[in-house]
């Protein structure tokens, strides 16, 4: 049976994307990274959807990322809530290049066949590092990369989710079964969702679409 | 002035690139991965190195990467002691990917201009992750993976011992004045340098060619 290594955070997108590795018949490993982040709901989030996935392990790997710039990683930086253009501050520098490498590195260790990412470049935050453009250039990387690929054989990078908008992410997972109520996408630590993050905005507004969408006008 | 995130790891190379980046005009900012290697003694030599170059930051991340499969990171794998065939099991996978990536996001985060690292492929032990093609294909993952390079500005990747030996490097060192006392290349973590393991091997022999041709034949 072909292996997986799927990143998972906690929200709705890498919890769809391990599924749908799941679903074409990988043994599926997850990775999550506590990089020092704000929202440590997150994590707990992580724990429930590699649970319910059913995943062969669950590695939760510790790296203090806090000398990244970025307001999910400092407290000096506040998370923004209002809407903004451009890229908000909530980008991380280089965190998907950091987690693609190691799941790189997991998934030769454990000599995987894929990875198996969520990210995502319609309904987005602009961040550079979740567009096809840098999906591809990391898997031109791979094939270099590893010991793995210089004997011949590839570990594939998949992001199956890469050209889905969020209302689609959100009505796939729900027509899939998943419970979307394991997820945490706030980029805050409160008891509840705040709803004016960059990350709430996009799953609230998703939300709301597929609830107008399925108000069938009265004849 | 320019600034430069220089990976040093306590080894003649990175030592090396790390002074031609302060050499060309950088600031230099110094990166050292303690990942759990066995040999601890070259995180110390790291630092030695650091102050050496008068760095204005050396930064020391920890993340155990023992889940990496390699004769480096785990117990049960011994280092070998004789000649190998092809790469030997201190390969550590993604490991170059790893460094870099954290190199890149530290980049980002100081508004720095280049990393430098001091992968060489002549004489090496075969790692993919240290070959040009690598290199390569990493400056152009890097060119679409930042909020930088979406800005327009790029940061360069630079291993300027890409094409040298080890003998090279080792004569350039020694010309630059630099104290090569205060490096570590073993891989284990003895008194003394084993003078068995591939890293010892490589070191040596390019010491003893060294030797060779400074003696001068009698007329």
Redesign the interface.
């Known amino acids: 049976m072909k292996k997986a290594v799927c990143l998972i955070s906690g929200g709705i997108d890498s919890f769809l994307s391990a599924y749908i590795a799941k679903k074409k018949g990988y043994k599926i490993y997850c990775l999550t990274i506590d990089y020092g982040q704000k929202s440590r709901k997150e994590l707990l989030s992580a724990k429930k959807v590699a649970k319910f996935l059913k995943a062969e392990e669950h590695?939760i790997?510790?790296?203090?990322?806090k000398?990244?710039?970025s307001a999910l990683t400092r407290d000096e930086i506040k998370i923004p809530e209002r809407k903004i253009r451009g890229?908000p501050s909530t980008?991380?520098?280089?965190?998907?290049?950091?987690f693609?490498?190691?799941a790189?590195?997991?998934a030769?260790?454990?000599s995987a066949d894929a990875i198996f990412i969520g990210v995502n470049s319609v309904d987005f935050s602009?961040?550079?590092?979740c567009?096809p453009?840098?999906i591809k250039?990391?898997q031109?990387?791979i094939?270099?990369?590893?010991?793995k690929?210089?004997s011949g054989k590839r570990i594939k990078l998949l992001a199956p989710l890469i050209n889905l908008s969020k209302k689609e992410i959100i009505k796939r997972a729900i027509s899939y079964g998943l419970d979307l109520s394991l997820t945490w996408s706030c980029y805050k630590n409160e008891k509840r969702p705040c709803g004016k993050c960059p990350s709430c905005r996009i799953r609230e507004k998703a939300i709301s679409e597929i609830k107008k969408s399925q108000i069938k006008p009265e004849r």
């Open positions: 590695l790997l510790k790296i203090n990322l000398f990244l710039k890229i980008y991380v520098p280089a965190r998907n290049t950091i693609i490498s190691l790189l590195g997991y030769e260790s454990i602009g961040y550079p590092d567009r453009i840098y250039r990391y031109k990387l094939d270099v990369a590893t010991k690929t210089v």
